[in-house]
Nanobody
Framework: QVRFVESGGGLVQPGGSLRLSCVPS????????LGWYRQAPGKEREAVAR??????AYADSVKGRFTISIDNVKNTVYLQMNSLKPEDTAVYFC?????????????????????WGRGTQVTVSS
């Protein structure tokens, strides 16, 4: 059974940084691309970052500020978030896909993903 457990969220001031962590279980890192997604209050879930065989992809809204990385020894996916803005406030989730495409996964596809965790809340506010 695939599961994802996210952590590392919190309250941070604009311009601050956070590093989110995600520990997947039930998948083999080598066979999957890993991605971060977020859902703000009253908005649909969106793809933020994804790291697959073809490299990393980011939403335009976070390019240059967020970095996705994978530690294969610790079996952990990270999202380093710098220069945070109030509009980054959301619940952040991670998930995996079979690495069959490049770029970010569109909502019509990722809404069918299994194993969504509870996410981790990120609040950017002064």
């Amino acid at each position: 059974q695939v599961r994802f457990v996210e952590s590392g969220g919190g309250l941070v001031q604009p311009g601050g940084s956070l590093r989110l962590s995600c520990v997947p279980s039930g998948i083999n890192f080598e066979n999957y691309a890993l991605g971060w997604y977020r859902q703000a209050p009253g908005k649909e879930r969106e793809a933020v970052a994804r790291l697959g065989a073809s490299g990393a992809a980011y939403a335009d809204s976070v390019k240059g500020r967020f970095t996705i990385s994978i530690d294969n020894v610790k079996n952990t996916v990270y999202l380093q978030m710098n220069s945070l803005k109030p509009e980054d406030t959301a619940v952040y989730f991670c998930n995996a896909d079979p690495n069959l495409m490049e770029g970010l996964i569109i909502p019509a596809v990722f809404r069918h993903f299994e194993g969504w965790g509870r996410g981790t809340q990120v609040t950017v506010s002064s």
